[in-house]
């Protein structure tokens, strides 16, 4: 499974991608209010770090602005794939960027239907948001086996990325799953290398270190 970044965090991408961990990177209009930076430069900065995909969501409501949007992203570098809601309209403009060439990135996927449609429309990536669903009183992993059994049914190659991820467990189910994708908050990045236990063992090894006899 690969494992993407959701940050616009210019040092959080350069952590990862340093560590070797980081297959792409996605982005979204919220995640790039919270660095106060231009949304073109923030792009082009991480296309130029990370060697995969990263996603540049367009605004525009219909498919012509999506459109608009959406070439202008792919001209900034060649790892830019465009991201569009799951509307209509923005399966419409899915269908004409990848024509094009575009790699699309259908976003905002709630539902099985809506995943079943994208596909259709051609998406390279389809992005269910597990943690919106869960905080609903929905299942989100649930969404995301019914996606892998619909696209294995009819052999759709759009690639099923786990969004909206909150903590590791929903990392473990999606691998556990067959997603192809989750994209993780830093945070969750973080967490997948931890364990009290290796903590503990590593102070003992350390401690017993102490004891053992050396030569002068
Ligand atoms: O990038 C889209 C998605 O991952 C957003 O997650 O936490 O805002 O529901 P969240």
Not at 17 to 34: E, H, M, R
Not at 88 to 112: D, H, M, P, W, Y
Not at 181 to 202: M, R, S
Request: proline share 4%; hydrophobic share 45%.
């Amino acid at each position: 499974m690969q494992i993407f970044l959701d940050t616009a965090n210019l040092k959080e991408v350069e952590e990862a991608v340093k560590y070797g961990f980081c297959d792409g990177v996605t982005t979204n209009p919220s995640l790039i209010a919270k660095e106060g930076l231009d949304y073109n430069d923030t792009l082009k900065k991480i296309a130029q770090m990370v060697n995969g995909p990263v996603s540049a969501e367009t605004v525009a409501l219909d498919a012509g602005g999506m459109l608009g949007e959406g070439r202008a992203f792919a001209k900034l570098h060649k790892n830019i794939i465009v991201k569009v809601p799951l509307t209509k309209e923005g399966l419409l403009a899915c269908q004409f960027l990848t024509k094009e060439g575009i790699r699309v990135n259908v976003t905002l996927c709630f539902s099985a239907n809506q995943a079943l449609m994208a596909a259709k429309a051609g998406a390279f990536i389809i992005s269910p948001f597990v943690g919106r669903l869960d905080d609903i009183g929905q299942t989100g992993m649930e969404l995301i086996r019914e996606i892998r059994h619909i696209y294995d049914n009819y052999e759709y190659q759009t690639k099923i990325l786990v969004a909206s991820v909150r903590h590791p467990v929903h990392v473990k189910e999606s691998a556990m799953i067959g997603a192809d994708i989750a994209t993780l908050p830093y945070k969750v990045w973080e967490q997948l290398f931890t364990h009290p236990l290796t903590d503990a063992g590593i102070q003992k090894f350390l401690d017993d270190w102490k004891k053992v006899p050396k030569k002068r």
